[in-house]
């Protein structure tokens, strides 16, 4: 039985399962809220786009944007898998190399990187730093000057690309925080800086249009315009991309409204279409880097937490209170995410009502989920809230001093706990008294 149209089962006992484990069981081991993530799911997303660029003989890098879930054990997944690796940070960068993934498939980003985060990049000599702005050139330069190294760049514009309902449209206005303007001459200016620079080996463009998009028209568009950009440089300078870096941003399904692309349309769609542009230009095809992150861990994972206080308005709302909220989960509050859930310990049931589900934090705006058809909802119920797995775990924060919640990785009938969760003395493990 598919529950909801997520890949999920029930059991006999009429309990949702992930991977083949009993999520009541879980839930009872660890306790909740816990985040449990299906690997079977993860690797199968890695290999949609890995194997599809493999098949169609096309050369790619899929990084897998760590920022969407950064833990040892993901890393080690993402490596075991043959991806890349985008870190945005020192912390995620820390997180890689303990993880001990290979320096030579990381990649830096970041429109304000420090100048620490830049030399543990370099003095680690990962793969590849993605330039974001004028400072940071100066920056890298005269980092690789004082270490006598060589490091490869890539320069990130911004493409100029909007969605209006669905339907990407190029757009004079390039207001962003990120990257260099295509069409102000920034970018032109930036890219006499790199390609002339004797320690930055700069390897070509990158761009990132957005996220949870379900279609490849907006790609499609972004590598047209990056292209027209090539065509200019390679006129003039004879610049040869190395390396096209098309971003992330591939929707994943959260409900009923969201309907994705199986991930190997988006590898074969893009593969075709850079492939075209630079025959079309008589250049190479450049290597084709994408940044994957919500559709790696987004659906394989899901958040279990237990039904505590219920609340009846009568003609209003009904309202059920679980263990967390916006604490493990801040999309809801940060940008009106939807979800859906089912009671794991009713999951053969229909629903009978509907229940709107509160978090714990002193917040009004702490709802995860409006108005969700359930089966009657009872103190002690464990509620499985689906598709957590991306910017769940790794947007969690301590408000109302809430200890992080634990992460369990399940794979061939086996459970693991790969993150702990959080004590009250881990909650205060910074602060000291004042005297
Ligand atoms: C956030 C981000 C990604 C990943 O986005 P998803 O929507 O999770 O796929 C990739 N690249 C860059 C530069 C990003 O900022």
């Known amino acids: 039985?598919?529950?909801?149209?997520?890949?999920?089962?029930?059991?006999?006992?009429?309990?949702?399962?992930?991977?083949g484990m009993d999520t009541v069981d879980l839930a009872e081991k660890y306790g909740t809220p816990l985040y449990i993530y299906d690997v079977k799911a993860i690797r199968e997303n890695c290999r949609a786009f890995v194997q599809t660029f493999e098949e169609l003989d096309i050369r790619a890098q899929v990084a897998y944007a760590s920022k969407a879930f950064s833990s040892i054990a993901m890393v080690q997944v993402a490596k075991q898998e043959g991806l890349s690796l985008d870190v945005v940070s020192e912390g995620e960068l820390y997180t890689a190399l303990q993880a001990g993934f290979p320096v030579e498939k990381i990649h830096l980003h970041g429109n304000n990187k420090s100048i620490e985060e830049l030399s543990m990049a370099i003095q680690h000599d990962i793969g590849c730093i993605v330039v974001d702005n004028f400072l940071e050139i100066d920056m890298i330069g005269k980092l690789l000057e004082k270490y006598d190294k060589k490091m490869?760049?890539?320069?990130?514009?911004?493409?100029?690309?909007?969605?209006?309902t669905h339907k990407y449209i190029m757009t004079g206005n390039e207001d962003s925080k990120f990257g260099f303007n295509l069409q102000n001459g920034q970018a032109d200016e930036a890219f006499t800086k790199l390609f002339e620079h004797p320690y930055i080996q700069f390897k070509g463009?990158?761009?990132?249009?957005?996220?949870?998009?379900?279609?490849?028209?907006g790609f499609l568009l972004a590598a047209e315009v990056l292209f027209k950009q090539i065509a200019v440089w390679n006129e003039k300078y004879d610049f040869v991309p190395e390396v096209l870096n098309l971003g992330g941003g591939f929707g994943i399904r959260y409900?009923?409204?969201?309907?994705?692309?199986?991930?190997?349309?988006?590898?074969?769609?893009?593969g075709a279409a850079v492939t075209d542009f630079a025959s079309k230009l008589d250049i190479p095809v450049p290597e084709i880097w994408i940044e994957p992150g919500r559709a790696i861990v987004g659906n394989a994972g899901i958040t279990?937490?237990?039904?505590?206080?219920?609340?009846?308005?009568?003609?209003?709302?009904?309202?059920?209170?679980?263990?967390?909220?916006?604490?493990?989960?801040?999309?809801?509050?940060?940008?009106?995410?939807?979800?859906?859930?089912?009671?794991?310990?009713?999951?053969d049931k229909e629903p009978t009502g509907q229940s709107s589900i509160a978090g714990k934090c002193c917040e009004s705006g702490d709802m995860l989920i409006k108005d969700l058809p359930l089966p009657e909802p009872e103190t002690g119920d464990i509620l499985a809230v689906f598709s957590t797995g991306a910017y769940g775990y790794s947007m969690a924060n301590h408000y109302n001093r809430i200890p992080k919640a634990a992460v369990?990785?399940?794979?061939?009938?086996?459970?693991?706990?790969?993150?702990q969760r959080e004590s009250y003395k881990d909650v205060v493990k910074n602060d000291l008294t004042y005297e």
């Open 205 to 217: 463009l990158h761009c990132h249009i957005g996220s949870q998009i379900f279609e490849t028209e």
């Open 304 to 347: 279990l937490y237990s039904i505590g206080s219920t609340k009846s308005i009568p003609g209003v709302r009904e309202y059920i209170s679980v263990d967390g909220g916006m604490t493990d989960n801040l999309r809801p509050a940060l940008y009106q995410a939807k979800y859906e859930a089912v009671i794991a310990n009713k999951a």
């Open 408 to 419: 369990v990785f399940v794979e061939d009938g086996k459970d693991q706990l790969v993150v």
């Open 152 to 164: 490869d760049v890539l320069m990130r514009v911004t493409p100029g690309i909007e969605s209006k």
């Open 255 to 270: 409900t009923g409204e969201d309907s994705p692309l199986p991930l190997n349309q988006y590898a074969e769609k893009l």
């Open 1 to 19: 039985m598919i529950v909801d149209n997520h890949p999920y089962e029930v059991n006999q006992e009429g309990h949702l399962e992930i991977g």
